[in-house]
C-alpha cells in the first residue's frame, strides 16, 4: 500500500508537533532521512546486500513525511496571545462558520486584526475565535467589525467537564468573545470557494423551507442531505442515537456513496457501451458537484477525495485500490489540515472504512455466483457487524454511549436509505427549479414518519443504550487486536496471529471495569446570578435544580442535606427543620434575601458541613459576612462570587 508509510509519518510528525514549539526541529528528522537514503542507493553493485538493506528504505520514508508532519503542524498552529487579553478591545474577522441555537448565533471567525486601547493594531495569522452574539444575519465570508473582550475557552464551572475546551483546542479555537448584534459591523465580504458553497446550501435550505415538505420532513432533509442538523429536533436526535442510528442524520461518507451509487444506475447504458471509465468519471464529477452544494463539508470532502482517488486507481488498473485511497484521501487531508487528526468525525469515518475493506469480503463466506441474494444480505449484516466492532471504543470514548440496537436498526432502516435518499434529491433538484412535486413530498413524509416509527420502536425496547466511557489504554488495545485480527484474514496460517488478536481483545474487556472512568455522585453549587441552582450527579446522570427564592427550602439527595435561605422572616422553619434532620451531611447556601440577618440568627449555624454565600448577595454584605464567620470561627464558609462554583465528591465529602 503506497500511502501508509508516508501516512503513519505523517501521523507520528503532527503528534510530535504538539510536543515541540520550535519548528526547527522538524529539520532533524528529514536530514536522518536523507543521510540514510543517500547511505542506502551508494550500495547498488552488491546485490545480495540490497536486498537486505531494502527493508531500511521503510525508515527513511517515515522520517521523512514524519518531518514534513512536524512542519506542517507548526505552520497551522493556532495562535496564542501572550499578555493580558483585556488590552484588545476590537478585533476584525472574516466568518467561515455560523451556528444557530436556541439564545442567538455562534460565529466561528478567524481573525484578521486586534485593537488594543491605545489604537493601536495587530495583524493576527492563524487565529480563529468564537463569538456569541443574541443573533446576527451573516454568511461565511463576511468581514466584521465589532468591539470584544476576548477570553480563554474553558469548561462551564457550573458542570463537570465534558471536554469541551479540550476539543475547541484540537479544532484550533482558543478564544471566545460575547458581542450584541447591534455592535457588529459588516465591512464587507470575502468571496472564496468556501464562502460561495456555503451561499449554495443557504439557497438549498430556503427552498426545502419554502416547499410543500412538514416541516419535520424538511428538518430531516436539510440534515441527510446538506449536513445542517442545527434545526433538527433533540427528540428525533436522541432517538436516532438511542437506537443506534446517528450517522444517519450526520453527513458522512455513507451518504456520498449512497448518492454516487444512485449516480452510478443511472448511468448503467454507459456500462453496457463499455464505457467504463466515462461513467465513473461523471459520476465522480457529479460527487464533487453534490458536495460543493451542501457547503464543502469536511465529512463529505473526505469521502469524495477518497472517491477521487478509488476511481483514478481503477483507471490506471492499480491493484490494493480501495485501501490506497482510503489512506491517500487521509494523507491529503491531514497534510492540508493537520488539525483534522484529532477530529472525531475523521477518526471514525477512517476507522469504519478501514473495518469495513478489511473484514467484510473475506468473513462473508456465502458464494456471490451461486447465491447471489443471500451474499447480499450476509454482506449489509457484516458491514454494520464490522463497523461498530471496530469503532465502537471511539464512539464510548467521545460520547460515552454504546448503541445496543445498532444491527437491527440497521438492517431495517439502511435499505429503504438509498431510495428515500434519491426521492429527496429529485425533489430537491425540482424544488430549485420552481417546480413543487407534491407526490413526491408525500412520499418523503411518509418515509420520515416511516423512519420515526421504526426507530421509536426499536428504542421501546428497554435501555437502548450503555452509558459508559472507555479509557485510552482500552482503546489501544482493541484497535490492536483489530489489526491483528486483520492481517491473519490474508495469512495462511492463521493461529497464532488469530490467538493474539482474541489475547487483546479479551485484555481490552478485562480492563473495563478497573479502568472506568466514571465519576462518583456529588453536586455543584452553580455560580449563577440570576437562580440558586445546583447540578446533582448519579452514576453519570446529571439532574439541575433551582431553588424557590424568598423563601426557606430544602433538597434531600442521597444522605446529604441542602437547605437554601432566601428570606428573613422563616428562620424558624429553619430551626425545626434541623432539629428533625437525621443526615449526617448538612449544606447551607445564602441568597440575597438574607439581608439584615447575621450568621448568629441561624441557629445550629455550626452544624454545617459548609455554608455558602450566593452571588446574589450584595458585596458589601457578603464581606460582613466573611468577617462574621471569622469572628465566629466558622472556617467553612465559601463564596461563589469570589472562588467560583462549588463540586461536592460525595464519597469523601470534598
Known sequence: MTFLLPLIGLILGIVAASYINNPLWSSLPVASALILYFSLIRKPYNPILAIKLNKFHRVWIVLLFGGVGMLTAWFHRPKTINGNLERYIAASVEVTDVKTIASGDILIAKVSHLYDQNGNVTDIHNLKITVSTDGFSTSKGDILFFPCRLSTIKDNENYRSQGYADRMKRNGILYTCRVSADAIKIKGHKSSLMSTSSAWRDKIEIVLEKSSLNRETCEFLVSILLGDKSFLDNEVKETFNNAGMAHVLALSGMHVAIIMGIILFLLFPLKLSRLHKTRYWIALSLVWVYTYFTGLAPST??????????????????????????????????????????????????????????????????????????????????????????????????????????????????????????????????????????????????????????????????????????????????????????????????????????????????????????????????????????????????????????????????????????????????????????????????????????????????????????????????????????????????????????????????
Not at 373 to 394: C, F, M, P, Q
Request: charged residues 15%; positive net charge; glycine residues 4%.
Open 301 to 654: 470532502v473526505r469521502a469524495s477525495l477518497m472517491a477521487t482517488f478509488l476511481v483514478l486507481a481503477l483507471s490506471i488498473q492499480r491493484k490494493n485500490t480501495s485501501a490506497n485511497a482510503l489512506l491517500a484521501s487521509a494523507f491529503i487531508i491531514l497534510l492540508v489540515q493537520p488539525e483534522a487528526l484529532y477530529d472525531v468525525g475523521l477518526q471514525l469515518s477512517f476507522l469504519c472504512v478501514a473495518c469495513i475493506l478489511a473484514f467484510a469480503g473475506p468473513l462473508n463466506t456465502i458464494n456471490q455466483h451461486t447465491h447471489p441474494k443471500l451474499h447480499a444480505v450476509n454482506g449489509a449484516v457484516l458491514v454494520s457487524l464490522v463497523a461498530t466492532l471496530g469503532t465502537w471504543v471511539v464512539v464510548s470514548y467521545y460520547f460515552k454511549r454504546i448503541p445496543l440496537l445498532f444491527l437491527p436498526a440497521n438492517l431495517l432502516l439502511l435499505p429503504l436509505l438509498p431510495f428515500y435518499i434519491a426521492v429527496a434529491i429529485a425533489y430537491t433538484v425540482a424544488c430549485m427549479f420552481g417546480i413543487d412535486l407534491t407526490f413526491l413530498a408525500k412520499i418523503l413524509d411518509l418515509g420520515y414518519n416511516l423512519f420515526i416509527t421504526l426507530t421509536d420502536r426499536l428504542s421501546a425496547f428497554g435501555n437502548a443504550t450503555i452509558s459508559f466511557q472507555a479509557t485510552f489504554p482500552v482503546i489501544i488495545l482493541w484497535l490492536v487486536g483489530m489489526l491483528i485480527f486483520g492481517y491473519s484474514m490474508k495469512r495462511r496460517k492463521k493461529l497464532i496471529s488469530m490467538l493474539t488478536a482474541v489475547t487483546f481483545f479479551i485484555g481490552s474487556i478485562f480492563l473495563i471495569p478497573t479502568m472506568s472512568t466514571s465519576q462518583p455522585d456529588g453536586m455543584i453549587f452553580q455560580k449563577k446570578y440570576s437562580d440558586i441552582s445546583m447540578a446533582f450527579y448519579n452514576a453519570d446522570k446529571e439532574n439541575v435544580i433551582s431553588f424557590p427564592r424568598n423563601t426557606v427550602s430544602r433538597y434531600i439527595f442521597k444522605d446529604t442535606e441542602i437547605f437554601s435561605i432566601d428570606c428573613i422572616n422563616q428562620l424558624d422553619s429553619l430551626a425545626i427543620l434541623m432539629a428533625k434532620s437525621k443526615y449526617q451531611r448538612k449544606y447551607l447556601i445564602l441568597g440575597s434575601g438574607f439581608k439584615n440577618k447575621s450568621l448568629n440568627d441561624i441557629k445550629g449555624i455550626k452544624k454545617f458541613d459548609k455554608i455558602i454565600v450566593h452571588p446574589s448577595i450584595k458585596k458589601k454584605k457578603e464581606r460582613e459576612l466573611m468577617i462574621e464567620a471569622v469572628d465566629y470561627g466558622i472556617r467553612q464558609i465559601y463564596s461563589l462570587r469570589n472562588n467560583g462554583a462549588l463540586e461536592i465528591n460525595l464519597v469523601n465529602g470534598i
